[in-house]
């Protein structure tokens, strides 16, 4: 394995001894750049084979040789900051007392600073040797594989990772699933949008509104069930080049019917970078309709870190059909996300907002787009983000600094009316309210709690912790806190005590983001045409309130729409207490239609 990691020399080895420890030491020794350890899990006159270049193949023997590999391999990756992870999956094992023979595949995942991380993909064959209580390796040849070579290994023993993956590291890779995104056919003019978020893919099914989160049984065939989530599978995705087909499953008679659909070419795809206005840089893609008619969007994320597909691919699905209608679309990964580099945890409303504009930079730049008017658009928290991005190009008019935003569009934002204080205490109070487990007087507890935390995080950002006000509010908020921490029922509701919080780390969204932000006065003053849209049912975002601010406004500029029935992002649902994505299933009939209608309305 010629690429690889090690692991603790601490960790204790099975009785009797498990080959698949050796593989965990070696994923980990790469982890750490460790020579001595990887050389450490060879015999003393191992084979180390190369074969992936089979014209000219190489080896190395012996234990000394293989360790003076491994070091003068690491040495420049550990002058650099790189550090690597190293997943194996067994595909075949033969073993007696002695010896084990393995095949299998595995996935090198490379990351250095200020550069989109790299992945590489191995297959393997090795004998290994018992030694006391221990296995090492006897012979070790690589070759090289692809990524479905490994996605789509059969594993041995249901051992489908080794180490075993954590929750974070399930993430999909771009280079090969970004080929399935995109418009599918069916003979009867049914368009099928394929989306997808960094863990699983999504269709939306235009024609009935449907919309599923796929779950991958393979790299290319996916299930759905009856509901955006499901536990069961009543659809089948299997993708075959440019086909598309899909298999459904009658849920009483368990009759099959299926369906063909070929991928259209209905705008093209570029993937790009750029810097941001604070010299960074961001990877993103650029949607380029066949027909454009002079407008262009920045889609802006909602909270987390998320990428340039969104939250449950929301983003990429307002791309796709944005880019159909004519529109030029640039989507970025979050910094620190993808193929951006930065940290998202730490940056402001402000620092979120010189990404936006950026984008726009980007595309006013971009030759050959002839542009008129770029806009920003986004969910969710975008709203904040939007509103500071305009606040920025508000206050350099004169000098030019910052490009202009053309035009705006948010969805189920409350950054279009209320504080992020405000919003926080609404979401508390929906979701408590919504289990019909607590009393009044435990949610009147639990947000008189976290508005004593939001009082002491505003104190601290207005005079320090040296003032009267900070120390009186620490002390409101450790006295409301230790009172309510007695009732076991709402003690996680609870916000951190006053020790709990660390105004030095800027990666907690209440010290990165402006907390009592409110835009009202940005949205009051801007001149250039704004849609709000909002779902009747948001458990996020209070609609009637947020709305009767910005009716406040009389800003003409301002269309304000809300969609009766519709929860958050913009799908069907019932009431309040039922706006969780995973038991929806379809988008609101209303809610592409408003926005292509707007769209076209300046």
Request: proline share 3%; glycine share 6%; net charge neutral.
């Amino acid at each position: 394995m010629w690429f690889s990691c090690a692991c603790s020399a601490q960790q204790k080895l099975h009785t009797p001894p498990n080959p698949d420890v050796l593989y965990e030491n070696f994923a980990q020794g790469y982890r750490e750049l460790d020579a001595e350890r990887l050389a450490a899990l060879y015999t003393s006159e191992a084979v180390l084979m190369n074969l992936y270049e089979k014209t000219q193949p190489s080896s190395l023997q012996g234990r000394e040789a293989i360790r003076q590999y491994f070091a003068e391999f690491f040495q420049p990756f550990k002058s650099n900051n790189v550090r690597f992870t190293l997943r194996f999956k067994i595909i075949s094992r033969k073993e007696t007392n002695d010896m084990v023979w393995d095949n299998g595949v595995s996935r090198l995942d490379v990351y250095r600073p200020k550069a989109a991380p790299q992945t590489v993909f191995a297959k393997f064959s090795t004998v290994l040797v018992r030694e006391g209580t221990t296995w090492k390796l006897r012979t070790d040849a690589t070759a090289s594989a692809n990524f479905l070579e490994y996605e789509n290994a059969p594993v041995y023993a249901g051992k489908a990772s080794i180490p075993p993956l954590l929750p974070d590291e399930d993430v999909l890779f771009p280079e090969f699933y970004d080929t399935l995104l995109g418009d599918y056919l069916t003979d009867e003019n049914q368009i099928i949008v394929i989306g997808r978020s960094q863990r699983r893919l999504f269709a939306y099914f235009e024609n009935t509104h449907e919309f599923r989160g796929l779950q991958k049984v393979d790299a290319t065939t996916w299930t759905a069930g009856n509901t955006v989530i499901a536990d069961s599978s009543t659809m089948q995705f299997r993708f075959q080049g440019t086909d598309l087909e899909i298999t459904r499953t009658d849920g009483i008679n368990k009759q099959k019917s299926s369906v063909k659909a070929r991928k259209q070419d209905l705008y093209r795809t570029e993937k790009i970078t750029y810097p941001t206005l604070r010299g960074s840089l961001l990877g993103g893609t650029l949607f380029r309709p066949k027909k454009s008619n002079g407008k262009a969007l920045v889609l802006v994320h909602g909270s987390g870190g998320q990428d340039r597909n969104g939250y449950a691919s929301i983003i990429r699905l307002i791309a796709d059909i944005f880019a159909r209608e004519g529109l030029t679309v640039l989507t970025y990964d979050k910094q620190g996300v993808g193929s951006s580099i930065g940290n998202w945890e730490e940056e402001s409303f402000s620092d979120l907002a010189d990404d936006a504009l950026a984008g726009i930079a980007y595309l006013k730049n971009k030759q050959g787009l002839k542009l008129n008017r770029i806009g920003l658009a986004g969910s969710s928290q975008a709203g904040w983000v939007i509103a500071k991005a305009i606040e920025h190009t508000k206050k350099s008019e004169r000098d030019k600094r910052e490009p202009n935003v053309d035009f705006a569009l948010t969805i189920g934002a409350a950054g279009s009316g209320i504080s992020v204080i405000e919003q926080n205490l609404y979401n508390t109070k929906i979701q408590m309210e919504c289990t019909r487990t607590y009393r009044e007087s435990q949610i009147a507890g639990v947000l008189a709690q976290q508005r004593a935390f939001f009082n002491l995080i505003l104190a601290h950002a207005a005079a320090g912790s040296d003032s009267n006000d900070y120390r009186r509010k620490t002390e409101e908020l450790d006295r409301i806190t230790t009172k309510l921490a007695a009732d076991t029922a709402i003690r996680d509701w609870l916000f951190p005590t006053s020790s709990g919080i660390d105004f030095t780390r800027k990666n907690q969204w209440y010290t990165a983001l402006e907390i009592a932000f409110n835009p009202l006065e940005i949205w009051h003053s801007y001149k250039k045409p704004a849609l709000m849209l909002f779902g009747e049912y948001d458990d996020s975002t209070p609609t009637a309130f947020v709305q009767e601010q910005i009716a406040r406004l009389r800003n003409p500029n301002i269309q304000n729409i809300t969609l009766k029935g519709a929860q958050h992002l913009g799908l069907e649902t019932t009431s309040l207490c039922a706006g969780d994505l995973a038991g929806l299933r379809r988008f609101h009939p209303m809610f592409f239609a408003s926005l292509k209608s707007w769209l076209k309305s300046f």
